[in-house]
């Protein structure tokens, strides 16, 4: 065990616990432990912990609060109907970390390291994965803690594993969203860090996100940063279309958008399924033009948090259109039940792609 477990003295009663559980909502309440595992250039990785959540102690001049060297991950921990705790894909999410560490200039963390830290806070936290359509939502997560204003990669960095209960990320089943088409904003170029999981990106995104608010939308949607043309992906799920003729598009991975697991999974199960699935580059006007023409059916976003949403209409400068109905269609209920499904342990997993905590 690379992780020293120190229970927390005093956790949560089961009854306040219960309580929280009843009305979770995403990202508020934290379980009552954390993982922390620290690296320096003399020592690699050393110092793993299990041990109750608390406070970091910072420096002024920690690395981390000047030049935003971070990086993060998304995923859920479920627990299935027959009891068992499950993840989904979490070495994906371990080869991600490694790649966007990689990219931000910090040390790689061993991929069997951040499984075992996630499976050590599942582990202690297990009571509190909600039952039902709740999961336990995991961040684990890495900065730069060294405290020097120069600038270079730093020589000291912590990571660390939280985790929160989160509800139905859509109550009453999922609504179709409302999405702005950003022409004001870009969220990543071409050499730069848009494929790489770090709080910059997000950091660079908010303000499209804010306009988006601003114009009644929930979510925006980012054009390509050379000609404000193609379409890329929303701040923090991936896009496909679903064509006339039943195959699904969705942009080319190229450095520029998030490799999502998701959106990877959707294309596993669309191609099982015997459906043709592209990775093409898509533009605006061509998205407007077959929305209005009919050659769109349906457009749908997707990562960890909401898994798959309908794109029901699209709001841009000067005007909006809708995507068929605006409801949410048959091919998206159909690849999001089976990818929940999946996760939840009531649709087989043919792929393997269940990791099963002992
Ligand atoms: C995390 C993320 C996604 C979705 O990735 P999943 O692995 O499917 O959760 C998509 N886009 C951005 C920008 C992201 O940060």
Redesign the pocket.
């Known amino acids: 065990m690379t992780f020293a477990v120190i229970p927390h003295s005093s956790p949560m009663s089961p009854d306040q616990r219960a309580a929280l559980l009843e009305n979770p909502g995403f990202g508020r309440i934290f379980t009552d432990h954390m993982v922390t595992l620290k690296w320096t250039a003399d020592l690699g990785w050393h110092d793993g912990k299990v041990a109750a959540r608390a406070p970091f102690q910072l420096d002024p001049a920690c690395a981390v609060l000047h030049y935003s060297q971070e990086i993060f991950?998304?995923?859920k921990a479920y627990r299935t109907q027959d009891g068992q705790i499950t993840l989904f894909r979490p070495e994906?999410?371990a080869r991600?970390f490694a790649e966007s560490a990689d990219r931000m200039a910090m040390p790689r963390l061993p991929e069997n390291l951040f499984l075992e830290a996630v499976e050590a806070l599942v582990q202690i936290d297990r009571d509190w994965i909600p039952d039902g359509e709740g999961s336990l939502y995991l961040r684990p997560f890495m900065f730069a803690s060294e405290a020097f204003l120069g600038v270079r990669p730093a020589a000291e960095y912590i990571f660390c594993v939280i985790a929160c209960p989160v509800g139905a990320y859509f109550k009453g089943g999922a609504k179709p969203v409302t999405v702005w088409v950003s022409d004001s904003y870009t969220?990543a170029a071409s050499g730069g860090t848009?494929a790489a999981?770090c709080g910059g990106?997000?950091a660079a995104?908010l303000i499209a996100q804010a306009e988006a608010s601003r114009h009644g939308c929930d979510q925006v949607v980012f054009l390509d940063a050379a000609e404000h043309r193609w379409i890329e992906?929303?701040?923090?799920?991936?896009i496909f279309f679903v064509m006339d003729d039943g195959s699904l598009l969705t942009p080319p991975l190229g450095g520029t958008?998030?490799?999502?697991?998701?959106?990877?999974?959707i294309i596993a199960l669309a191609r099982q399924a015997g459906l043709t699935v592209v990775e093409q580059p898509y533009s605006f006007e061509s998205w407007r033009a077959d929305a209005a023409s009919g050659r769109v059916r349906e457009t749908f976003a997707?990562?960890?948090?909401a898994v798959v949403a309908a794109i029901g209409e699209v709001r841009f400068e000067g005007g909006s259109f809708q995507i068929a109905d605006a409801g949410t269609g048959p091919v998206t209920s159909r690849l999001r039940d089976e990818l929940v499904g999946i996760q939840r342990g009531t649709v087989p997993d043919q792929a393997g792609w269940l990791h099963r905590l002992r």
């Open positions: 991950e998304g995923m994906e999410n991600r969220r848009g999981k990106n997000y995104s992906e929303l701040g923090g799920m991936n958008i998030l490799p999502g697991i998701t959106r990877n999974s997707c990562g960890t948090a």
